[in-house]
């Protein structure tokens, strides 16, 4: 047993089914009425589906101001491509870590025409001063999402922080990210540290896990809220139809404590900011 403090299980939340772009169905767990945000957390979408009718209209040209937006592909292939030159394909098991930073205008297209789709968008925020930073593209392939393997029965891929001495590739200093899929056997136990005031959840995927002392487990596709605490104990309690124990993405991050205003692609501070980034994409200035 350690001494530390466990983060309790604060609330459980089911994403809604939704669509975006040019009718992609999707889940948004967070950015929906029951959780709008979590600071710095402004969106969590989970994409999966074997149809596809759900995703091959994509997401054809939009812009993104003032956030970064991560994409963590599991299954199936997407190209996006922007103005500014970038181009590439997602694969699965990559990562891309998109600062939209001042904006740009891309889009993100399914690069096959049948089999499945599935994934993760998360929404970060920005703090004010690097909310019109260059925009900037990070991306991973599988092979650069190092693994840990911190108990028995306990395989992590690292896409953001440190586990068991093993750092993801990802660096972001204004809200300090974790980002972990994390597989857990029945019966196998998981404790990570986070900063204690770190905003933090969990979203279970496949199977289902318990979160420190609570009797009811997390089931796939909820969303546990994790209340303050130095730590994070997950305990495996059923595997999924998919593999040999629970998956979860394990996420935390600093909270900005700022005003956020956000419309759609724009997440600035202010409603004047806003109003801004409109006028400076329909100017073309992104
Ligand atoms: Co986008």
């Known amino acids: 047993m350690s001494a530390l403090s466990s983060r309790p299980l604060e ?13 992609v169905k999707l889940r948004r ?10 600071d710095p957390f402004l969106m969590l979408d989970e994409f999966g589906t074997e149809r ?13 101001r003032g956030f970064e937006t991560v994409t963590y592909m599991l299954d199936g292939r997407m190209r996006h491509r922007d103005n500014h030159g970038n181009e590439g394909v997602l694969v699965p098991g990559s990562v891309q870590w998109m600062t939209a930073g001042r904006g740009l205008v891309h889009s993100e297209m ?12 998360l ?15 990070q991306e991973f392939p599988p092979e650069r999402i190092p693994r840990a393997t911190p108990a028995p029965g306990v395989s992590v891929k690292v896409i953001a922080g440190q586990v068991a001495g093993v750092s993801g590739p990802i660096q972001q200093p204004a809200t300090d990210p974790t980002y972990l899929d994390v597989a857990l056997e029945p019966g196998a136990q998981f404790t990570q540290a986070l900063p204690s005031d770190y905003a933090a959840f969990l979203y279970v995927f496949e199977g289902s896990l318990a979160v420190g002392e609570e009797a009811r487990p997390v089931q796939s596709q909820e969303l546990a809220v994790l209340g303050e605490g130095a730590e994070v104990r997950l305990r495996g309690v059923s595997a999924g139809a998919d593999g040999p124990g629970a998956r979860a993405i394990l996420v935390a991050g600093r909270p900005l404590r700022e005003p956020v205003a956000r419309y759609g692609p724009f997440v600035m501070n202010t409603r004047a900011e806003l ?3 409109f006028e400076d994409y329909q100017a073309g200035r992104f």
């Open 11 to 23: 609330r459980v939340v089911r994403g809604m089914p939704t669509s975006d772009g040019a009718g």
């Open 29 to 38: 767990v967070i950015g929906q009425p029951q959780l709008p945000d979590l």
């Open 52 to 64: 596809a009718a759900d995703y091959i209209a994509g997401f054809p040209e939009h812009p993104h």
């Open 110 to 121: 399914p690069e096959q025409e049948h089999g499945r789709m599935r994934g993760f968008q």
């Open 123 to 137: 929404w970060l925020n920005l703090p004010a001063r690097d909310k019109m930073t260059p925009p900037k593209y």
């Open 275 to 277: 109003q801004q980034a």
